[in-house]
């Protein structure tokens, strides 16, 4: 199997997850943390059998997860390098692939860039929970050069999680996240941003009063954790300002239909999407 | 009490809830419907004690509630408006105000100009149900030539169905609904627009593939009913049309942030929008 022993680099809301999956499959597991109050936390949940402050734990791992935020993914420290052993499978967790590939295509020969997709409303070493996988896409983003023994490994890794494997080009994918996960995030805030902005404080504390079940759902990913938002535009700039250039385009030609009153056109641009937004949402 | 018997035009979503309700709290109501399949299905479904197909069914009534949608409250039929008592209380259900007190108020004497924000996914005869208002907002819009006496029965109305009642200027409240219900219907909308006008095929099926429960969120309001988003931009043309300029100011801003790599700035912003939620979805 050569799945025996997994390390996993960090016990947030992934890592853990997969840390409590893991160890119900019958893995042993081997945590690395950085901070001591992050270690007694992840020790009292039972995130992994086995869990430390020391990069050497995971030594003796043949998979190695890293389950870091997006700039320790991007700028790993020198210490978390050289304690990754060379025949490991090493894969990560995160939601943008083409930095992440460029950075380890340099550091580690059995990198595959990879990351599930699951709810993140949580965050941090109390987030964790079972089955957060199950039935969920696991995008991996190979190419030419990848060792395809390896991409064997965390294919198993996401079958035994319970996930739908996908396999896409690491651009392509950086811009199919950015349509759909990251470009909700600025449509939302930007909502938000309006509705705040009302100079008309009698205005202001109507919105505040009447908001209704329509309004928390579309600004839900808007007001979520700002660090998040922040970290998508730091490292899918190019695929977001191209998304976020569509989108511009979009909702100048609906403005535009209502400005000059063209009902019929955009009564057919509303039964369009109230067609195609099944296709987006069977996940 | 003056309520007794009461009126209600229309046995759809709103109006059949109403019905179920104040059956419950003992009024004796009598629903006028046009359609002979949806007045088997109310007297069914005992939307209300006496139903008919004939507009004299409400000719006894103290209080009437039009429970149609927009189109039909803007430009209400002449068999309809000769059917109301003189001396009964008029009230409406219509999201946008304005343009149905300016049509109403030439039409009868103790018309108040109100609506109920409840939830709005199913619609027509089977979508009542019961306790549908219970602490939710139900505004008022009455202004210097208000019957005092006629605005206190809606008032009654309201409580008797749990709601917390708002009164506002009409105008404003129209403000109010474009930014926090209608602008969002557009925006989502504008979302799923910009992701479908992908030309490119192989990136259209990946955002299918693996969007998730953020998309679902933030595209709902905008994937509803096209004849209820054409509504609101056919009856609330300039506020949606203001909000909508607002809004495009706000995506503007944050796309400039992005552009030119202004992360703190960009930070602080969504830092902000975090912090504000909280103040719109507490209802």
Not at 41 to 66: G, Y
Not at 98 to 116: A, C, M, Q, R, Y
Not at 252 to 279: C, F, G, V
């Amino acid at each position: 199997m050569g799945l025996e022993r997994v390390g996993i680099v960090g016990l947030g809301l992934i890592g853990g997850s997969i840390g409590l999956d893991l160890q119900k499959l019958g893995y042993e597991v081997y945590g690395l943390v950085n901070r001591s109050q992050t270690l007694e936390q992840a020790k009292k949940r039972n995130l992994a059998q086995f869990i430390s402050l020391d990069p050497q734990i995971i030594s003796n791992c043949s998979l190695i997860i890293l389950a870091l935020p997006l700039s320790q993914l991007i700028k790993p420290t020198t210490d978390l390098i050289h304690a990754l052993p060379p025949n490991a499978v090493i894969t990560d967790v995160g939601s943008v692939k083409t930095p992440v590939i460029t950075t380890w295509k340099e550091l580690h020969p059995k990198f595959i860039g990879s990351h599930p997709m699951a709810g993140t409303t949580d965050s941090g070493v109390n987030a964790g929970k079972k089955n957060l996988f199950q039935n969920r896409p696991w995008i991996a983003t190979p190419d030419r050069t990848t060792d395809p023994e390896a991409l064997e490994v965390v294919y198993k890794l996401a079958l035994a999680l319970g996930s739908n494997w996908i396999t896409a080009d690491a651009q392509l994918h950086d811009q199919a996240v950015a349509l759909i996960s990251h470009l909700p995030v600025f449509i939302s805030a930007a909502l938000l941003k309006a509705v705040n902005r009302q100079e008309d404080t009698a205005l202001l504390e109507l919105t505040k009063s009447i908001a209704s079940s329509g309004f928390a759902d579309t600004t839900r990913v808007g007001g979520g954790n700002p660090e998040l938002g922040l970290a998508m535009a730091e490292t899918n700039t190019a695929s977001l300002l191209e998304a976020l250039h569509t989108y511009n385009s979009s909702i100048t030609e609906l403005t535009a239909m209502i400005h000059s009153k063209q009902w019929e056109a955009l009564y057919k641009e509303l039964k369009s999407t109230q067609l195609n937004r099944p296709d987006f949402i069977s996940n």
